[in-house]
Nanobody
Framework: QVQLVESGGGLVQPGGSLRLSCAAS????????MAWFRQAPGKQREFVAT??????TNYADSVKGRFTISRDNIRVVALQMNSLKPEDTAIYYC?????????WGQGTQVTVSS
C-alpha cells in the first residue's frame, strides 16, 4: 500500500492562498487517480479535486475557479488554493486510487480566519 504524506496546511486570512502537497511513496503516474478530499468539523468528508493518470482534472463546484490540482513531479501532487474562504476550513486529505483500492494520507489542517 502506498504511503501518502500531506503538508502545507496552516492558518490564513480570508482571501489568502495556500499550497498543499501530497508526497507519495510510489510513482503517482502508476495510480488511476490522485485526489484531495476535506472534512470540516461535524461534517462528512467531501470531494475537492482529482487528477487522473492522463492529466484530466475535476473539481467540486465549491472550489472551481479557486483551487488547482497538479502533479509537481513523479512523487508529489499539489493543491493550490486561492481566494480562500472561512468555509474552506477543514482537514485536507490526499487519496490515491489503484486497482480498485484507495489509500489515504493522515491529513493537514487548513484554517481560514481573520
Amino acid at each position: 500500500q502506498v504511503q501518502l504524506v500531506e503538508s502545507g496546511g496552516g492558518l490564513v486570512q480570508p482571501g489568502g492562498s495556500l499550497r498543499l502537497s501530497c508526497a507519495a511513496s510510489a510513482n503517482i503516474f502508476s495510480f488511476n487517480n490522485m485526489a484531495w478530499f476535506r472534512q470540516a468539523p461535524g461534517k462528512q468528508r467531501e470531494f475537492v479535486a482529482t487528477i487522473t493518470s492522463d492529466g484530466s482534472t475535476n473539481y467540486a463546484d465549491s472550489v472551481k475557479g479557486r483551487f488547482t490540482i497538479s502533479r509537481d513531479n513523479i512523487r508529489v501532487v499539489a493543491l493550490q488554493m486561492n481566494s480562500l474562504k472561512p468555509e474552506d476550513t477543514a482537514i485536507y486529505y490526499c487519496a490515491a486510487d489503484r486497482m480498485g483500492m484507495r489509500s489515504w494520507g493522515q491529513g493537514t489542517q487548513v484554517t481560514v480566519s481573520s
